[in-house]
């Protein structure tokens, strides 16, 4: 028999968390499978970034709020700097809404 709707997914690909970025007071999504660098440059927001695979530290910034998980088992952060908040956008993905700082986060032209 087949079910009226289409049954409720649980694709990670499907849960996208808010990201309110600061000082530039600008709001974005992302997904749990998408890094918050990839998700802030598709709402035209560049963070900065060198690398991109966690290891450079160019893109360092503070989540104020949320948490994040990333793909690798260890970025490039201490402990102490992850209990401080401090996360790398480049790798990191939300796992809830989140409130990041980035002071040289650039609105892009659109
Ligand atoms: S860009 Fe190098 S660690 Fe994020």
Redesign the pocket.
Known sequence: MNAPFPPATTDAEHVRHVVKLLPLHREFTASTTQSL?QAALQAGIEL?????????????CRALSGTVAYPMAW??LSAEEKAEGWC????ARAQSDLVLEQPLALALPG
């Open positions: 660098l900065p970034s060198s690398c991109r695979n966690g290891t450079c530290r160019a893109c360092i970025p490039g790398l956008p480049c790798v």
